[in-house]
């Protein structure tokens, strides 16, 4: 066998096994776009828009295809891992996000969220037998069990965190909304409309 013969053939089992390397990279690669997926239509509080005949991630029963969004909240279109999608509020003390997530099932239960959340606010867990005294449940029209919701608000040194959570029986899933503002006073003037958007979404 002649060098040139050994050359060629060289050359055709490089290239082949590059080929192969090639479809094992396209079969275990993956490229998955996080946090970018269709919302719900927005319905303000003052104007009312057709909404679609389906919503996101659907396999649904019952479908959530509107909410009611305070006609001053903006809507931020940056993506974001995990977060369905972010609202600011503006204040005289700069814009306040929103943020709204869901998540399949019930991510754990209440007292898993709740500590979860007080961690990030830089305090102490607390236990079963003081869950109670830190939310308020509420149901809305769409619970088959009662309630379905609950509303905390978390202060420490680093502000204070509003959050709602609403438990969808039907699709098995559960919303999220949340904000850290910086005081008491903002937390005062913004919870009110903040928790009314969040029944929005389930009613």
Avoid at 15 to 23: D, F, Q, R, V
Avoid at 132 to 154: A, K, L, M
Wanted: net charge negative; glycine share 4%; with cysteine.
């Amino acid at each position: 066998m002649s060098s040139l013969t050994i050359y060629k053939n060289s050359l055709l089992l490089l290239c082949s096994l590059s080929l192969i390397g090639c479809k094992e990279n396209t079969v275990q690669v993956q490229r998955i776009e996080k946090g970018i997926e269709q919302i719900p239509s927005m319905v303000t509080t003052e104007t009312t828009l057709e909404t679609s005949a389906q919503s996101a991630q659907s396999d649904p029963v019952k479908a959530h295809d509107s909410w009611i969004v305070p006609d001053r909240w903006e809507v931020d279109t940056t993506p974001r891992s995990m977060r369905l999608a972010t609202f600011v509020i503006p204040t005289d003390a700069g814009g306040q996000e929103v943020a709204i997530t869901r998540f399949p099932g019930q991510v754990g239960g209440t007292l898993a969220n709740i500590n979860r959340w007080r961690e990030q606010m830089a305090l102490e867990q607390i236990d079963r037998s003081q869950l109670e005294s830190f939310i308020q449940r509420f149901t809305t029209q769409d619970s088959v069990s009662q309630p379905n919701g609950y509303q905390t608000r978390i202060v420490s040194e680093q502000g204070v965190m509003i959050a709602v959570a609403l438990y969808d029986e039907i699709n098995d899933q559960t919303w999220f909304v949340r904000t850290t503002l910086p005081t008491l006073e903002l937390a005062d003037a913004l919870e009110a409309e903040i928790v009314e958007f969040a029944r929005s979404i389930l009613r």
